[in-house]
């Protein structure tokens, strides 16, 4: 059987972070929020660039750099280059958002 | 707004492929397949590793070491490593299958 992206994880109190595949310079991460957000003034940094798409759930993910925060619903989809600042503003407080997130160089 | 994997690309006819993300030793794809598989006798035999997941749909996909074709459904993801010869032996003829291809080196 293959693994699944959508199977649960044991133990996932809180935001729920899986790597599916790590490779130097490449992580493929599958990220389930169930309405956490990125604490008040605080700004994603990355070294690394990120492509993340939402494939189930909602999310609001806001850069420094624009004024309103972008809604993503399922197969939406951001390419984040690297360092430019962002927060998730909101996921669904009701359902799980899962993200899946391809962290590149 | 953002793009969207899931949203329908103009003249689709026969198997459908999307670049999403092209970057040096990256490359990202949303396939859509509709019944398409490989011809007989044909085998994948891809310079650059693929990690693939199909989002909706059903396929079969076949390793040339392995005697049985791996039954793939909404979620399931495989690492396919670089010159592992391999084929689609089968996708969902009423429904499109959607995979999203991560080829990377």
């Known amino acids: 059987m293959s693994p ?5 994880s044991p133990g996932s109190a809180g935001e729920q972070v899986v790597a599916l595949l790590s490779r130097p310079g ?5 990220i389930v929020s169930t309405g956490q957000s990125s604490p008040a003034g605080f700004w994603y940094d990355q070294p690394e ?3 993340v ?3 189930s759930g909602e999310a ?10 972008r809604k993503l619903g399922p197969g939406d989809f951001v390419d ?3 360092h ?4 998730v503003e909101w996921t ?7 993200w899946l997130a391809v962290h590149y160089r």
């Open 80 to 82: 984040i280059p690297a």
């Open 53 to 55: 798409v939402v494939l």
């Open 26 to 30: 490449l992580r493929i991460e599958k």
């Open 49 to 51: 660039a990120e492509w």
């Open 84 to 87: 430019r600042r962002h927060r």
């Open 92 to 98: 669904h407080p009701d359902q799980p958002t899962v």
């Open 4 to 8: 699944n992206l959508f199977a649960d």
């Open 60 to 69: 609001r993910l806001r850069f420094e750099d624009e004024v309103r925060p």
